[in-house]
């Protein structure tokens, strides 16, 4: 592992300030449907994905949850790794009809939960955040990375 890695990420597993579901809301555990999941990733301004993709990827989840309404799903979370030395936070989003309402906190929060819960040691957890999305990954102790790596990323298609 680089030192650079080390230094920016290494967070603390104490206990965390806990951002609870708002009145009317539930948690569920695991991802949502293949469907579901292409929905929410849509409405929420994220790239969409193809089902093919989602079908092939989503059981390889480490631990999801997403958040119930009613009989609405209007958000979920989730993240891929091998559980003990790198986790990589994916795919939350929350319906913007019932955004800014501290259900993106309570997501981010019950998957760092999960990963302060499971891990048997250090472990190193990163995430890509989008437009201004990383003022609510800092609530949970996560930080820029650069200038001492910076993230990087293609997109590949199948030929
Ligand atoms: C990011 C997202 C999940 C936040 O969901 P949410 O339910 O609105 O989140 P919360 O209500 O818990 O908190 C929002 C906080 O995050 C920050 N934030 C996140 N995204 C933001 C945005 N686009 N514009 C402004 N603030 C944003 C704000 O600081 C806000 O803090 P505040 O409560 O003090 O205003 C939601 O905006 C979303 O789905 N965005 C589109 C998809 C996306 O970009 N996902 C992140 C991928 S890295």
């Known amino acids: 592992m680089e030192a650079s890695e080390e230094e920016t ?3 603390s597993l104490g206990p965390q300030e806990h951002y609870p579901l708002p009145d009317g809301y539930a948690f569920r555990t695991g991802v949502p449907d293949a469907a579901t999941y ?9 790239t969409p994905r193809t089902l093919c993709a989602v079908q092939a990827g989503l059981p390889h989840t480490l631990y999801g949850v997403h958040v ?6 209007v958000g979920m979370g989730r993240m891929i790794g091998d559980g003990a030395l790198f986790i990589h936070v994916v795919d939350i989003a929350v319906d913007p009809a019932h955004q800014g309402h501290g259900i993106g906190s309570a997501i981010v929060d019950a998957i760092m ?3 302060c819960s499971t ?3 250090e472990i190193y957890v ?3 955040a989008n437009g201004e999305a990383w ?3 800092e609530r ?20």
């Open 9 to 11: 990420t290494i967070m």
């Open 38 to 46: 292409c929905r929410l990733r849509k409405i929420s301004g994220l």
């Open 68 to 73: 119930v309404h009613g009989s609405d799903i």
């Open 113 to 115: 939960r999960h990963i």
């Open 119 to 121: 891990i048997p040691a």
């Open 126 to 128: 990163s995430l890509m």
């Open 135 to 137: 003022r609510l990954y």
């Open 140 to 159: 949970f102790g996560f930080s820029n990375v650069f200038p001492d790596a910076r993230g990087m990323a293609i997109w590949i298609d199948r030929p």
